[in-house]
C-alpha cells in the first residue's frame, strides 16, 4: 500500500462536512503547492485524467491546446503532445509497459500512443458514434492487464464493457442499460486489481460494480459515491466522487477507510474531481474538469510529535511506508473466504497498527520511546517478508510471541501474547492459562508496550518456559476491566490460539493480578462454564466500596439515579458469587493491600451462598504478587486442571442477573421477571435420569441442554412438580426443551431453536452498551433532517464516538451512509442509527416496530411527549428488520471520554435500554467533544421490550 494511504487507517481527522453530515475520517493529504510548473503561454482546460508511468512521470489530459501534458514527478514540464490526434480526450491510463491510452468521447475513440505520443493502435469509428462491432459511443475509460488485454468502458451512449486482446480484438463484452447485476447506467471508469478482476464505475447507480476477468458478476460496492474515476492501489480502491466532490477510499472488501475533500476552489478543495491515480511513492493526482487544473497531494505516514529529530522522523517514515507497502500487496493476493493466512496476516499488522496509534497519540516520544517505535517496524518489515517468501516462522516457535486476530466487533486487528512451552506437543491436547494484565492508562504507545513484554523474536527460542500449559495474555482492548469489547476481545484471543494450536477446552484457566484479578471475577463468574478454575490476585469486586478505597485521586460512586444503580448489578462481580460453586476459585491478597477489603467483600457474599472464599494472604505485601503465595496458587490451580472440566454436572446451582450471562454447563437461562434483580436455577440430577429443579427465582424460561433428558421418557420435576416433556425416538436429535411459566404452570413450549423467543432474551437484552460487544455498524442519514438543531447534536455524537472508540477501543468506527447499507450488513450487524426519520432512511424503516412515536412535529416515549424540534429518542431494541439483531438510536456507548480516561471501574451504563434528550443550541467547538444535551428521562424497557 502507498504510504500516504496508512492515514486512512492511522489518523482519524476530519473535513469540513457538507451541512447535516458529519465529517468522516480522513488521510492526511496536503495538497502540494506550485505543482505542476504549466509551459510559458499554457492555460489548462478541463481536466478530465491523469496517469503515471513506472518512473513516476505523470500524464495529464486536458481539453484545450496541447491536450497531453507530461511531467517529472517533480512537477517539472517534459513534453506535450496530441494536438494531431485528440478531440475531447476523456480517459487517461498507462499500461505496464509505458504505452499511453487515451478515450476520446469527441472523435469515439481509443487510442494507443507510445510515450512520445507516436499513435500505435486506434479502436473505433472516428466521428461515429455507434454499437456495432468496431464502433464506439462516447468511450469513457481503459484498463489494462498485464499481459496486454485491455478493457474499455463504453460509456455514455452504450452501458457495456468490452474486453480486447492484445492486438485490438474483441474477445467478450457484457452489460445493458438498467440497475441489476451486470448493468450499467454510466459505465464511467474502469481498472484492475492485481488478481485481475475488474472493477467498473457505474455512475449513475452510485456504485462499483466487480467481475472477474471474464465478465462474470462478483460483487458491488455501494460507499464509492458517484464513481467517476476509479485507481486500484494496493488492496485499496480510490475513487473520484465526482457528485460528492471528494475522494474516497474504499478496503478490499469495498468497505469504507476514509474520504477527504469537498467543493471548493481553493487548495485541497474539488470542484467534479473526474480521475485520479496514485504514484509508485504513494503521492495522490486528481483531475477536476470544472477547476481546470490536477492537483497533487502527499503526506507523511504521521505527524512527527514535538521534540521529534527530524532524521528520527524520516527513518520512521521509511521504515512505515516500507512495512504499509508490503503488507498490502500481501492481504492483496488473498481472495476467497477466510483462511488460516489471515490469522498471519494479522501477526504482521499488529506491529503496524501499534505503530500508528503511538504515532496518533502521543505528542512526545522520547528516546527509548522511537526505539520501541523503530523496533515494531523492523518486526514488522521481519515477519511481512519471511510471510511473502511462504514462511511463518513465529507460527512454530516456543517461548513468548506475539500474534493477532481481526475482531469480528469493529474489524480491527488486536494484538495478544503467547507463551508456547518448550514442552508442547500438537498431538497433545494443552491446558491454557488465560492471564488478564493489570491497569495501564490507554495511550499511544499501549499496544507497543504490551507487546515489547512478550516478543522475544522469531528465532527458535534458546530455552523455552519449564511449564505445562500454554499461557494467553489479552490486551482486551487496553483498559475497561474486560468489559464490553476488552471483553469479547478475551473470548476471540482464546478462539484466535484454538485455531492454531491444540487446546483442551476442558482444562483453561482464568487469572490475573490487579485489573486482570477483577476480569477474572467478572468473566469467570459469569461464564463458569468456560473455565476449569479461576486466579484472582487483589481485584475488586463491586464499584460502590471499591470506588471509596482511600486513594486520594480516586473518584467515589456515591448514590446513583435508579437506573444507574441496576445497571450494576450487570457488571459487579461479587453479585455473581454463588456460580463459584460452579468453577473454583484460588483467590490471592497482600496482606498489607490497600484494596484488600475487595476479596473480603467476596469472601462474605460466598458465605451467603454457603460457600467459602479460598483467599491465600501474603504476609507482608502490598498490592504486588508475592512468589511464594503466587506458586501456592498456581499449584492449587494445577489440581483442578488436572482433572479438567465436569461436563456433566449431577447438581447445578446458577445465578445471574442478566440474560447476557445466562448459559452454565447444561442449563440455559431464556427469560426473566426483571433484569439485573437476582435470578437463580438450582437443579440435580438423580442415578435414573431425572432431572428436579427447585422453583426457579426470577426465571420466566429456561432450557436443558445435553447430557441431561436424553432417556427415551425422560423426567422432569420443577419445584415439585412434574412438567410432561415428550417420549424420544431411539434416533432422535438430542433433547433442548425450552420450559416457561404459562398460566401459574411451568410447562414445555418445544425444542431449542424451534421455539419463538419474545421478549428479552439472550443477546438480544440490553442495554445501549451491549450493542458494542458484537458486530456493529454505525449509520449516517443522507437525507434531509427534519430539525436542524437534532440533526447537527446527532452529527456531533457520531463524530464523539468516532474518537472515542478510536483512542479508547482501538479501532475504526466502521460507519456507512443509509444508502449505502446492504442486506448483509442488516443480517450479520447491529444498527447503530443516527439522524431522525427525515435525514435517515433507516430510522424511518424501523420506526413502525419501535416504542416510541416521532414526527416532524413530536416525539413520544413511553406516553410522554416532547418537542421535536429539540428533543431525540436514544434507545436501543431489537431491530424490526433484522431478527437476532439490534437497532440503536443516536448512541454510541453511554459513559463517555471523562470516564473512559479516568477509571475502568466508571464504565457503567449511565443510561440503559433508552432517554429522551433534550438538545442544545450549540455544536461542539472541536470535533470529538460532547454536543450539548441534556438527559431528562431515562430508564429501561421492560422484559416485553416496552416501557413499564
Not at 57 to 73: I, S, T
Not at 668 to 684: I, P, T
Not at 701 to 725: C, H, I
Request: hydrophobic share 40%; proline share 8%.
Amino acid at each position: 500500500m502507498p504510504r500516504t494511504l496508512l492515514l486512512v487507517l492511522a489518523f482519524p481527522l476530519l473535513v469540513p462536512a457538507a451541512a447535516g453530515r458529519p465529517p468522516d475520517p480522513f488521510p492526511d493529504y496536503r495538497p502540494v503547492a506550485g505543482w505542476p510548473q504549466l509551459p510559458p503561454g499554457l492555460v489548462l482546460g478541463p481536466v478530465s485524467a491523469v496517469a503515471t508511468d513506472a518512473a513516476d512521470r505523470v500524464y495529464v489530459a486536458h481539453r484545450g491546446p496541447r491536450p497531453v501534458l507530461v511531467f517529472a514527478r517533480d512537477g517539472t514540464f517534459l513534453r506535450s503532445w496530441g494536438d494531431d490526434h485528440l478531440h475531447t480526450p476523456h480517459g487517461l491510463r498507462v499500461d505496464p509497459a509505458g504505452n499511453v491510452w487515451v478515450t476520446d468521447i469527441g472523435h469515439h475513440l481509443v487510442m494507443k500512443f507510445d510515450p512520445a505520443g507516436k499513435l500505435l493502435l486506434t479502436l473505433g469509428q472516428k466521428g461515429r458514434a455507434g454499437a456495432g462491432a468496431g464502433q464506439f459511443d462516447r468511450p469513457t475509460d481503459v484498463a489494462v492487464a498485464p499481459g496486454g488485454e485491455f478493457y474499455v468502458t463504453d460509456g455514455y451512449g452504450n452501458a457495456r464493457v468490452q474486453k480486447y486482446d492484445a492486438a485490438g480484438k474483441l474477445l467478450k463484452e457484457w452489460g445493458t442499460k438498467g440497475k441489476g447485476e451486470g448493468e450499467f447506467n454510466l459505465p464511467h471508469a474502469v481498472c484492475l486489481d492485481a488478481t485481475g478482476r475488474v472493477y467498473v464505475g457505474d455512475r449513475e447507480n452510485n456504485r462499483v460494480q466487480v467481475f472477474d476477468a471474464a465478465g462474470r458478476f462478483a460483487a458491488q460496492w455501494r460507499e464509492s459515491g458517484a464513481p467517476y474515476g476509479l485507481f486500484r492501489a494496493g488492496d485499496r480502491l480510490f475513487v473520484a466522487d465526482g457528485r460528492a466532490n471528494c475522494v474516497r477510499v474504499l478496503g478490499p472488501d469495498g468497505r469504507p477507510l476514509g474520504r477527504f475533500g469537498e467543493k471548493g476552489t481553493a487548495a485541497g478543495q474539488f470542484q467534479l474531481p473526474h480521475m485520479l491515480c496514485v504514484d509508485s511513492r504513494g503521492d495522490l493526482y486528481v483531475a477536476e474538469v470544472t477547476n481546470k487544473r490536477v492537483q497533487k497531494f502527499t503526506a507523511r505516514a504521521f505527524d512527527p510529535p514535538a521534540g521529534l529529530p527530524a532524521d528520527d522522523a524520516e527513518r520512521i517514515d521509511r521504515a512505515l511506508a516500507l512495512l504499509t507497502s508490503r503488507l498490502d500487496a500481501l492481504k492483496a493476493e488473498r481472495r476467497g473466504p477466510a483462511t488460516g493466512r489471515d490469522d498471519l496476516v494479522a501477526d504482521v499488522e499488529v506491529y503496524r497498527k501499534a505503530v500508528v496509534w503511538a504515532l496518533r497519540y502521543e505528542t512526545k516520544l522520547e528516546p527509548a520511546d522511537v526505539a520501541l517505535v523503530l523496533k515494531g517496524l523492523a518486526r514488522g518489515v521481519e515477519r511481512v517478508t519471511a510471510l511473502a517468501a511462504g514462511g511463518a516462522p513465529w507460527a512454530t516457535r516456543k517461548g513468548k510471541l506475539v500474534r493477532g486476530y481481526v475482531s469480528a466487533v469493529d474489524g480491527s486487528v488486536q494484538p495478544f501474547g503467547l507463551v508456547v512451552p518448550a514442552g508442547y506437543d500438537p498431538a497433545k491436547p494443552a491446558r491454557l492459562d488465560v492471564v488478564l494484565h493489570g491497569s495501564t492508562k490507554p495511550v499511544g504507545l499501549s499496544e507497543l508496550r504490551f507487546m515489547a513484554r512478550l516478543d522475544e523474536g522469531d528465532a527458535p527460542a534458546a530455552a523455552g518456559t519449564a511449564a505445562n500449559y500454554l499461557e494467553l495474555h489479552p490486551l482486551g482492548r487496553v483498559e475497561n476491566c474486560y468489559r464490553w469489547a476488552g471483553e469479547t476481545d478475551v473470548f476471540e484471543a482464546i478462539e484466535a490460539v484454538c485455531r492454531r494450536y491444540v487446546v483442551d477446552r476442558d482444562r483453561v484457566v482464568l487469572r490475573g493480578m490487579s485489573m486482570g484479578a477483577s476480569g477474572t471475577w467478572h468473566l469467570g463468574l459469569k461464564h463458569p462454564d468456560r473455565f476449569v478454575a479461576l486466579g484472582p490476585y487483589c481485584g475488586y469486586v463491586d464499584t460502590h466500596e471499591f470506588s471509596h478505597t482511600p486513594l486520594p485521586n480516586f473518584v467515589k460512586v456515591g448514590p446513583l439515579p435508579a437506573h444507574q444503580e441496576r445497571g450494576l448489578h450487570l457488571l459487579d462481580s461479587v453479585g455473581y458469587a454463588a456460580n463459584a460453586g460452579v468453577v473454583p476459585a484460588v483467590a490471592c491478597m497482600g496482606e498489607k493491600d490497600v484494596f484488600f477489603q475487595a476479596h473480603v467483600l467476596m469472601g462474605r457474599a460466598m458465605e451467603r451462598e454457603g460457600l467459602k472464599l479460598v483467599n491465600l494472604i501474603s504476609p507482608g505485601t502490598g498490592h504486588v504478587i508475592d512468589p511464594a503465595t503466587h506458586a501456592e496458587q498456581m499449584r492449587r490451580i494445577a489440581a483442578f486442571a488436572d482433572r479438567g472440566v465436569d461436563r456433566a454436572p449431577r447438581r447445578l446451582r446458577f445465578v445471574t442477573r442478566s440474560l447476557k450471562y445466562g448459559e452454565c454447563h447444561w442449563l440455559r437461562v431464556l427469560g426473566l421477571g426483571e433484569h439485573y434483580a437476582r435470578a437463580e436455577l438450582d437443579a440435580a440430577v438423580a442415578d435414573d435420569g431425572t432431572v428436579d429443579l427447585k422453583e426457579p427465582t426470577n426465571v420466566t424460561r429456561f432450557a436443558l441442554l445435553p447430557p441431561v433428558l436424553q432417556e427415551a421418557n425422560p423426567t422432569l420435576r420443577v419445584g415439585g412438580t412434574p412438567v410432561a416433556l415428550p417420549a424420544r425416538a431411539p434416533n432422535a436429535a438430542p433433547a433442548r426443551p425450552v420450559i416457561s411459566r404459562r398460566d401459574g404452570k411451568w410447562v414445555y413450549l418445544g425444542e431449542l431453536g424451534t421455539v419463538a423467543l419474545d421478549g428479552k432474551r439472550p443477546g438480544l437484552q440490553g442495554p445501549i452498551d451491549d450493542a458494542f460487544t458484537t458486530p456493529f455498524l454505525c449509520v449516517r442519514g443522507t437525507g434531509k433532517a427534519w430539525n436542524p438543531a437534532v440533526q447537527a447534536w446527532a452529527d456531533a455524537s457520531l463524530t464523539r464516538f468516532a474518537a472515542e472508540w478510536h483512542r479508547y477501543f482501538r479501532g475504526d468506527l466502521p460507519v456507512k451512509d443509509d444508502s449505502a447499507v446492504t442486506a448483509e450488513d442488516l443480517r450479520r450487524c447491529n444498527l447503530i442509527l443516527f439522524g431522525d426519520p427525515g435525514s435517515n432512511s433507516l430510522i424511518s424503516r424501523v420506526l413502525p416496530g419501535l416504542p416510541v412515536a416521532w414526527t416532524e412535529k413530536e416525539m413520544k416515549l413511553g406516553g410522554e411527549a416532547f418537542a421535536a424540534a429539540n428533543h431525540a429518542p436514544v434507545l436501543i431494541h431489537p431491530n424490526p428488520l433484522a431478527p437476532g439483531r439490534y437497532v440503536v438510536l443516536n448512541s454510541g456507548h453511554t459513559f463517555r471520554e471523562k470516564e473512559l480516561a479516568s477509571f475502568n471501574y466508571l464504565l457503567f451504563p449511565r443510561l440503559g435500554d433508552w432517554a429522551v434528550v433534550k438538545v442544545g443550541a450549540s455544536t461542539p467547538a472541536r470535533p470529538g467533544d460532547a454536543p450539548a444535551e441534556e438527559v431528562i428521562r431515562a430508564g429501561y424497557f421492560d422484559e416485553r421490550w416496552l416501557l413499564p
